[in-house]
Each structure stands twice: as C-alpha cells, then as structure tokens.
C-alpha cells in the first residue's frame, strides 16, 4: 500500500496498477514516503465519480449557504492542521517553513473562506430587464459546469489546488484534482480534510501521477465540463487542443517574465527589499516573480549596489529551519536549468554581479547542487535570453532606462504579461505607468501581494481567465437565460407578426 | 535554432512511438514552472508562428519564431534525458523521465553529453523535522 493514496469516491485508495513513485526531500533527497501512481485508468476512475456525484448526488443541489459552510469548515479543519501541513509542504516542495505557515496554509484556508463567501452572497438568478414587445419577464441563473478537473504545479501545491477546488465546489462542481508529481503530498492530505468535513463521495477527488497520461485524461475526458490548471505556457497550449475536444472552457495561468520598474523618486531602501523579495521569494520559483529588475539610471549605480550587498544576506539552508530565507530548489533537474541559465548569462551578459554558483558551507546532509544563490545580472539588454526566457529560479536581470515611456516599452516586451511592480514615490505617476503595462497585476511599491479577493491571472501567452476575486468565482459558472412570454392571446407573441397569421 | 538529441533522448523518443498509435512531436516551449524545455505530445497541432528546428528518431522538434529568434545560429540546446518524474503533460513521463532542454546554445562544447540527474533513491523514508520557532514579525501576519 502506497504511504499516500488517491482520494476518489470520498475513499483513499491505491493505483489500479498497484504502481508508486518516491517522492524526495530536495534539500537531502533521501525519500519522504510512496506516492501512488495514477493512470489513466485512475483520472477515469476518479471523473467518474465526480461525475456521479454531479450527476446524481446532492452536492449541486445545495444552497450557496450550504457549500458554503461545508468549505468554511474545511478551512476551519485546514487550520486546526496548519503545522502538520506546513511541514509535509516544506519538507516535500522545498520552500521554507516560513512560507508555508505564513503563505501556504493559511492562503489556502482564505481562498476557502473567499470562496465559501462567494457561494453564500453571490446571486444565483438575477432578474434582468423585460420587453415590451413581444412581453417577457427574464431572468439569469447561474448554473455550475459539472466537472471541474485542476491541475497544478509544484510551486504552491495546496494554495493551487485551493484555488482550483475552492471555486469549483463553491459554485456547485465537483472536482479532480491532480497535484504535481514532484510536491503531490498535501493535495492529497486534503482528502482527508474532506471526509472528516462530510463532504459527499465524489464531490472532491485527488489524484497523483504523470502528465502524459493522467493529465491527459483530465483535460480530455468527454465527462469533464471545464479544466483549470496553471503551469508551462506549452502545457496551457496542449491543455487547450486536448479541451478543445468536447469544446471544454479552460482556465490557464501560465507562465511570466515580470518587470518591476524602479523609478527615480523610489525610497530605495523599501525598493530594494521589494525586488529582492518578488525576485528571490521562494527561489524564483514563482509565475509573477519580477525577475526583470527595470531601474532608472539616475540610481542605477546605487540601487544595484544595495541588491548585491542585500542579496548575499539571504540565509540559504533546510527548508525546514525558521531561520532559512531559501531552501533548495524543487529538484535537481530544476537546478540544473538554473545553471544552464546562469551559464547562458555568462557567455551572452558577462560575470553575474553576485551569486552564479551553489552556497558554500551548507549543513552536512544536504544536497549542494540542488541549492543555488541568488544570483544577479546587472546592465542586461531585454533581448537577452536571460531576460526573454522564463528561468524559474532565483535569476535577476537589471535592466537601465532613462523615462518612463522606456521603461513600459521594455516591461511591454515579452511574449508574457502576468505581474509586474512600480516602485516609486510619486503613486500618480506609478498609477500612471501601471496602467499602461499590459500585464494582469501591477503593484506599487510592494510585491507578489496575491488575495484571495483580488483577481490574478495572466495577459497575451500568461494565461486564460481569471482566479480568486469575484471573477475567479463567476468563471465556474455558466450563465441560463429563462425567457417567460406571460401572453394570453396571439397580440402577444412575434410568430405571427414574423410569418404570418395563419400559423 | 537547431536542435539535436542525446541518444538516450532518442531512445526515450522511440520508445514513446512504439507506445503511441498518433503522431509524436515535439515541440519546444516556454514558461514557468519547465522553464523553456521540450514536449513530446501525441497528435499535436503546432502554432502558426512555429517551424521544424530538428528531428529525432523521425519525430519533428519544432519552436515558435519566438524561440528561433532567441537562438538563431545552428549550435542549438539538446535535448536529454532526466530520470525524475517531473511535470508536464509530455507523454514521455509515463516512462518516469522526462526530456529536458541542456546547453546553452552558444558553446556548449564543453558541457557533458547526458544529464547528470541521477535515479530517485530508495529506502525507508525520513520525515526530517522542523528546525526553531516562526519569527516574531510574522506571526501578526494575516492574509485573508
């Protein structure tokens, strides 16, 4: 028996095939436990519960204030295990401890709450204007899909499956849900979260394995109504041909290449702190990371001198220590893209102006070559490979400008738009430049402040739609118009008027 | 851009053919969690703006005109193979690998042939455990 099973049917339950994989703790990769290995046989299994339970169990039926209540409890059931999943998340993922308890977790247990909101308030009909001719009384209601498959990355395994289950079962779904095979372990913690909250069979299921054929089945299974996932921007493409089948809506949060533009009135204290963290945050490994540093050249010279001197004050060690800033990356593969990235630099920009190498001196028992320093490339052109390209590690590429208009023409400059900052002591201004940048969040001096009430999603190849927020909510749901002729008579009605009288 | 493959990326390639009824291809993109890195999908439909930039075991690579444009000399990145099972919807992790894009395409002559990713251990496992307390500062934090 696997050490972690697949929640389908409201059951854990091993693979088909019996099959595992291991599972491994990046910064020492000695193993954490067996996963079970989902086929496709197994996503089929697991659709096919959800769609029995959408089909014919009570789930859409209840009142918003019931789905509601069911998702508050399960957050209330996520926070009562906060440690316990704080620590599976660091200790399989990678990130820190400290991301987990204050990011992670109780992210998760807010885009719950968010969601179970959602249910409770938002209207399911609303009465739109009538005609006077012919007469009609009209109204919307607004209906869950059905099926609601999810499929998240290894970044922020539970917050993503948060974010795909929350609005899916809020607005009526049921849901699949397949985690990441590298950081598969708290997704299916969940189901535990699930049977102990009553959810009905089937209302929630999770399931681990490849993408190639679990994955595959989620996105193309002629019982899934709609697909959620965020990931690679290849991958969003395949999931929209796969989708495309039974013509499925498709929600996608893809990839980025953020620009965080420093102005010249910026504090520079608070802005270096801003880009050093929506930079190295997690070791890069974040969609909306502004990894593109775009910084006037009036401070230029300063500002890069507070990043070096700051950069190299970050504690790199055990994710698991309180005391850690970065743990490891993801995986070994992950770091080696990292080093050919940082290679790339070299050849194309020139010696890093700090990091460019894995730490010195980390603890006995942890991998070297899975860790990375951050590492910064200053005076980067924006056509360089290192800007252009999405490295998803702790890479930042600085970029000088000298106006404004500069600076939103190189920020613009990327097949990607999902994030971005403005730095500066002049809000209107940035107000101003924010507004021009084509990108789904801007913030002003700040960073990676995602809410579950706010919308995040991505412009241009970063994505499809919109999660969290109202929209986030809206887009799990399909729009019914109810038109009533209340006539009486044949005055009342266009047949006769558009034909003839004698229909 | 050119792009070759290691013989063990093509042996992975040829296995997956014989696994496959559809078509194979592969194409190279972009973003996120996979960085830029290649895909081998069954019976996909590429872009218009992509163009063949290689073949392997008979089994076309293509990349966007963005990508090409990044690399537009012959001594491409390669593709290899690392024996992790990581993330995609390439089908080639049904086999417990994943391709991988290496090299920086500038001069990657002196770069190893095959990817240093080693198999995933095995053994009993172990639940470290977490180190110290949360920090003062961050325990007023709350995100809603």
Known sequence: MADYQLFIDGEYVDAASGETFTTTDPATEQPIGEVAKADRADAARAIAAARKAFDEGPWPKLSGAERGAKLN???????????????????????TIKKATFADVPGSAGALRWFARMAEERPNEQVLEGSPFPPSENYVRYEPYGVCTGIVPFNFPLLMACWKLGPALAAGNTSVLKPASY????????GELAQEADLPPGV??????????????????????????????????????????????????????????????????IAAA?????????????????????????????????????????????????????????????????????????EEIGEPVCGGSEPEGLADGLVTENFYRPTIFAGVDNSARIAQEEIFGPVLCVIPFETDDEAVAIANDSIYGLGGGVQAGDVERAKAIAARLQTGTVWINDYHMISPERPFGGYKQSGIGRELGTAGYEIYRQAKHIHTNPSTGRDGYMHFAALSGNI | MRITASARAAEVVAEMATRRAGTLTVTIGTGCCESTAPFLYEDFLPGADMAPVGEVEDVAIWAPEYLRRLYPGDQGPRLEVADELAESLSVETELGVRLVLRGTGLDSTGE???????????????????VGRPPPELQGLRLR
Request: charged share 20%.
């Open chain 2, 112 to 130: 190893p042939e095959e990817c240093a990713v080693s198999a995933p251990p095995s053994g009993p496992a172990v639940q470290r455990s977490v």
């Open chain 1, 204 to 269: 929630l299921n999770v399931i681990a394995g490849p993408g190639g054929t679990a994955g595959e089945e989620l996105a193309s299974n002629e019982m899934v109504d709609k697909v959620a996932f965020t990931g690679s921007t290849e991958v969003g493409r395949r999931i929209m041909q796969l989708a495309s089948g039974t013509i499925k809506p498709v929600t996608l949060e893809l990839g980025g290449k953020s620009a965080n533009i420093i102005l010249d009135d910026a504090d520079l204290d």
């Open chain 1, 183 to 190: 950081t598969s372990i708290t997704a299916l913690m969940l």
């Open chain 1, 73 to 95: 409890k399960l957050a209330e059931l996520l926070e009562a295990n906060a440690e316990r999943f704080a620590e599976a998340e660091a200790r399989d993922s990678g990130g």
């Open chain 1, 274 to 346: 801003a880009v050093l963290f929506g930079t190295f945050f997690h070791n890069g490994q974040v969609c909306e990371s502004g990894t593109r540093a775009l910084v006037h050249k009036s401070i230029y010279d300063e500002f890069v001198s507070l990043l070096v001197d700051r950069a190299g004050k970050m504690v790199i060690g055990n994710q698991l220590d309180f005391n850690s800033d970065l743990g490891p990356l993801v995986s070994r593969a992950q770091a080696d893209t990292v080093r050919r990235y940082v290679a790339l630099g070299r």
